[in-house]
């Protein structure tokens, strides 16, 4: 999640992060989105500092995720707002970048990428607001990894995240994923917890992977049980860590990461 005022990236690795911007109204929105997503909560609000309203944000989460094909990534940067495109066609951009995990990889590979929106779809969201499209926005890039459309690189090429109206319901009027089955779910949730929960226990249920997979979070939590009975986590509440059963299958989930990663190349035709 990044502050689209002054481009500050809110990021658990730098521990504490304080983000300040001119006008507060702004800042207690970013503040609001990161609270309603559960990535973050206020630890204390400060008054006026000279010309900021200072408000530090603790606890705060990365957008760290796995997609469906097993590939592990970090939205590193998201440049809000959206902006209409420069060729004249009818699309809204949103540039960003995501990148492999560092576990994952140490190449350091990453993709940038134009998230691009119809007017259609932004009629019917009624804002390209981050409160409102992150989610969207987070599960069309691992869509398009998803389906092989995206190549990371060591090089910078720009490459297309279309948000669709396959990722809406114009009769519910919201936003809906594809529903994946259950298998599909468990896998997601295992290398999840493998990839994300080594140093600490990851959520298993987060609300853009309950999107992502359209199933309630109770029905992912009942998933998450099951995976602890089978000894694959170590789940506390809504957490885990990886399970010895989990550590056994190692090879199987890194040989899937890479998988994915090598479709992308080979269907982008692209080559670092």
Known sequence: ?????????????????????????????????AITAKIAKIED????DGNFLRIRISSIMSLRFVTLSGVPIEITQLRWPFHRSTSGSDWFVLHGRVA????????????????????????????????????????????TIDNGQLA????????????????YSFLLKKVQFPTQS???ALE????????????????????YDCEYVNLSPEKMLELARQLAKEGMILLEGGSAQPGDGLRKEEASIRAAMQKGVDAGIAATKVSA
């Open 45 to 48: 609000r400060n008054s006026w």
């Open 1 to 33: 999640m990044s502050c689209w005022k002054c481009s500050i990236r809110l990021c658990g690795r730098r521990g504490n992060s304080l983000c300040r911007v001119q006008e507060p109204q702004k800042l207690a929105t970013i503040a609001k989105i």
């Open 152 to 167: 990371f690189l060591k090089s910078g090429k720009l490459q297309p995240v279309h948000v669709t109206s396959r990722y």
């Open 182 to 184: 259950e298998q599909e």
């Open 100 to 143: 492999l995990l560092e576990d994952a990889s140490k190449e350091k590979l990453h993709a940038e990428v134009a998230v691009a929106i119809t007017q259609t779809m932004k009629d019917a969201l009624g804002s390209l607001e981050p409160q409102m499209v992150e989610g969207m926005v987070v599960n069309a890039i691992r869509k």
């Open 188 to 207: 997601l949730i295992k290398r999840r917890v493998f990839w994300l929960g080594q140093k600490e226990p990851v959520d298993v249920a987060p609300q």
